[in-house]
């Protein structure tokens, strides 16, 4: 319907709200019958706003096709708005150039909808054919994304980054005939492309070492290494995290280095004490800096260190309130110029309280019938005796332990606000050992465990 030629370049905008350029195809010859609303043959398309839909007619029906056919061709597309919707796939990036040919297509925002797929890169030979699929997280697709490479293709040097966010419900990213050396994978919310031999990612993109992922990064991106690599020497400006292959994160900032740059302390119950504090470093710092904290929730230690490279400590502090105790630490040094401190690093640290259970719950268990041991649920042991036999708690009361030493001792009973437990009960409360496969044996000592859950 609207065919892009060489070297032209076409904006659709809708200036008044509910526009629309829809096409249905009225012959329908046989699968191979082509038709789309718009191909971008070595052009420029962009799309600010309103509708570019097919409403079908044909199998092969695109609301946009991005071609690029030929040695050394160029086709772009550029999705900031609006909406793209097809009977079939909504868009085709067609990467069939040879030489120095890019066919780009970015989704910045908008909705891309296709009833098969909503985006499908078809790299259709078996030529080393060029691509760039990036979709961000302010766009929507409704379908899945299709990444396709014709049989037998020794390379595939294409650039994907697709943010999670964006694939709306069950939408994912599929493939066919992914060369080997190379993988499409969700890395730190995006998909994207990993060969064997990348040692970094970021935004879904993997990268053979460290130093070409910084330079591909933007400020406030997060590297992931796949690796083992070495963060000691990373040095940028740039102001990003690292995440390591052991999950440890670096904030590097303004030429400075703090790590770990999350710290998770958990979960206690209320009137807990005694968390353990957790050590950060920073690196590169010449001066000694300085630790604010945006929360009274968490103890700081006395930075120390020299020669570039000094430590603090990081601690809840004891008997704090139940919720969510979330705070955001700032590193900071003095500067003689500007007068303002300059921001080093900042680190978030997580830490939960959960409430104590109220006192007037209790458990007891009733050992062959006889005598019995009970406690509310807020004061559980380890462990207690009953006539000799163990009974073993663990550390919320959730389940426990019981063993039978002769087979004279029939039965347990556990009572939960005095109701009996029926799980895994008789309804009278009583488990013969027989009953729950412990074998009898002459008089030899046996052992049963049973496990009652009570569902707090």
């Known amino acids: 319907m609207i065919n892009i030629g060489l070297g032209a370049d076409l904006t659709i905008k809708d200036s008044i709200g509910g526009g629309k350029i829809t096409l249905t195809a009225e012959i329908d010859r046989d699968w191979n019958a082509y038709s789309s609303v718009v191909s971008n043959q070595r052009g420029k398309l962009t799309v600010e706003g309103g509708t570019i839909e097919h409403l079908g007619g044909t199998d092969m029906a695109y609301g946009i096709d ?86 037998g293709s020794a390379e595939w040097p294409v650039s994907v980054s697709i943010d999670a966010d964006a694939l709306d419900g069950e939408s994912t990213v599929v493939t066919g005939n992914v060369p080997d050396g190379s993988q499409v994978k969700e890395t730190e919310g995006y998909w994207g492309i990993v060969d064997d031999d990348s040692v970094s990612v970021t935004k879904g993109m993997g990268y053979p070492t460290v130093d070409e992922a910084i330079d591909a990064a933007e400020a406030g991106d997060t590297i992931t290494l796949l690796a083992d690599a070495d963060v000691s020497s990373v040095n940028t400006t740039k102001n990003l995290t690292i995440v390591d292959e052991n999950g440890v994160k670096y904030s590097l900032m303004n030429g400075y280095k703090v790590y770990p740059s999350e710290l998770n302390f958990d979960s206690e119950q209320a009137g807990y004490s005694g968390v353990a504090a957790q050590t950060v470093t920073i690196e590169g710092v010449g001066t000694k800096p300085t630790v604010t904290v945006n929360s009274s929730d968490y103890v700081i230690g006395e930075v120390q260190g020299d020669n570039g490279k000094y430590t603090f400590t990081v601690q809840p502090k004891d008997g704090l309130s139940a919720g969510n105790h979330d705070a955001s630490l700032t590193v900071t040094i003095d500067q003689a110029s500007p007068s303002a401190d300059l921001n080093v690093g900042t680190i978030e640290a997580k830490f939960t ?76 409360g009583l488990v013969e050992c027989a009953n729950i496969g412990i074998p009898k044996t002459g008089d030899m000592p046996i052992w049963a465990a049973v496990a009652a859950f009570f569902g707090f």
């Open 66 to 151: 991005n071609l690029t056919n030929g040695k050394d061709t160029y086709a772009e597309t550029v999705i900031n708005g609006g909406t793209v919707k097809s009977t079939y796939r909504a868009i085709r990036q067609f990467l069939n150039g040879a030489g120095t040919a890019q066919n780009i297509l970015t989704v910045n925002g908008g909705t891309i909808e296709g009833a098969n797929k909503s985006i499908w890169m078809q790299d259709p030979s078996a030529n080393a054919n060029t691509g760039t699929l990036t979709v961000s997280e302010d766009a929507t697709l409704k379908g899945d994304v299709y990444l396709f490479v014709t049989a």
């Open 353 to 428: 309280v959960t409430a104590k259970p109220s006192s007037g719950s209790s458990i007891s268990v009733t050992y062959n019938g006889g005598n019995s041991f009970s406690t509310s649920k807020s004061d559980v042991p380890t462990s207690v005796e009953i006539d000799g036999v163990p009974v073993t708690f663990n550390g919320n009361g959730s389940n426990f332990t019981v063993g039978c030493i002769n087979p004279g001792a029939k039965w347990i009973k556990v009572s939960w606000n005095s109701t009996t437990v029926t799980t895994n009960f008789t309804p009278d």
